[in-house]
């Protein structure tokens, strides 16, 4: 498992740390807004549906409407598969 934190507003990716947190920081230090950062592991042995799993600590805000630690919004999801598929899948 690869864990990874994307800026879906300027098409970023930040990946491989123990922690979702710390990717997080690194790209806010970088000049990323908080609400457009989100967190989700990458497998890379899996396929499909199981290649990207959206759970982490980072993506609970309720004031943007994701209570949770999935992403519910479809279009940010969306926006996170476009930003994989251009940097690592290539």
Known sequence: MIKCVADVKRGLLALDAELHADLERLLLEN?????????????P???GDDFIEYD??????????????????PET??????IVAQFIIG
């Not at 982490?56 to 919004?73: A, D, T």
């Open 56 to 73: 982490s600590l980072i993506n609970i805000r309720s004031w943007q409407g994701n209570p949770s630690r999935g992403i519910s919004n």
């Open 45 to 47: 042995d899996e396929e």
């Open 31 to 43: 000049g990323s807004a908080g609400e457009d950062l989100w967190g989700f592991n990458l497998y």
């Open 77 to 82: 999801r969306e926006t996170i598969e476009k």
